[in-house]
Every structure is written in C-alpha cells, then in structure tokens.
C-alpha cells in the first residue's frame, strides 16, 4: 500500500508565494514519475507540473516560469514553489506519482494521488 500526503496550501493574496509538499511512503521500490495537478471549481483537473526520474521536467503554460517543481528522491518527495500567484491559480492542488511497489513476490506499477490541497488566491 501507498499514501501520498500533501501540505502548505493555504489562503495568499495575488502576488504571493506558496509552497506545496508531497510524500509518499509504503511499499515503495522505486518512484517513476511525481506530478502536481490541480482543479479549479467547474473545471477539469490539469497538469500543473511534473518531474521524472531522470530529472526531466515538463510545466503547464499557464504557470511556466512562476512555478518550480522539485523532487527528493531520498525522501520520496516532491514539492512545488509557487510564486507571483494569481486568483486563476485557486485550485485544488494534488500530488500525483507513478510508483513500481514491491507487493510481497511481486512488482506492481501503479499511480496514486494524494487527498488534495486547498490553494485560494484572493485579495
């Protein structure tokens, strides 16, 4: 079994910064891909941005060159920098990760989400 548990959304006002964390823990042999998605009310869930094993890193267009994504892969952690933030930015903020677990005599390649973490950009 694997969790994955985010944190720091929160309430900012247009301009400001935040800084979203994810871990993953479980079962885990090795971690794949770690993405950060997010819904808006009304709206489809969308790629924010996401980082492979490899290092290599794709952003949406809406937040390219706002938002940095980075992961530890000792932690099994990924967090995302948010900076310069705008009210088309509240969402609902999920962690996303590609994980192979290691499930008694066998591997099993699954994604998980985490729960979900308020993002609100208001003034």
């Known amino acids: 079994q694997v969790q994955l548990v985010e944190s720091g959304g929160g309430l900012v006002q247009p301009g400001e910064s935040l800084r979203l964390s994810c871990v993953a823990s479980?079962?885990?042999?090795?971690?794949?891909?770690m993405s950060w998605y997010r819904q808006a009310p009304g709206k489809q869930r969308e790629l924010v941005a996401g980082i492979n094993s490899g290092g290599a890193i794709n952003y949406a267009d809406s937040v390219k060159g706002r938002v940095t994504i980075s992961r530890d892969n000792t932690k099994n952690s990924v967090s995302l920098q948010m900076n310069s933030l705008k009210p088309e930015d509240t969402a609902v903020y999920y962690c996303n990760a590609y994980i192979v677990s290691d499930v008694g005599s066998k591997f099993v390649h699954d994604a998980y989400w985490g729960q979900g973490t308020q993002v609100t950009v208001s003034s």
């Open positions: 479980g079962s885990i042999f090795r971690i794949v891909a």
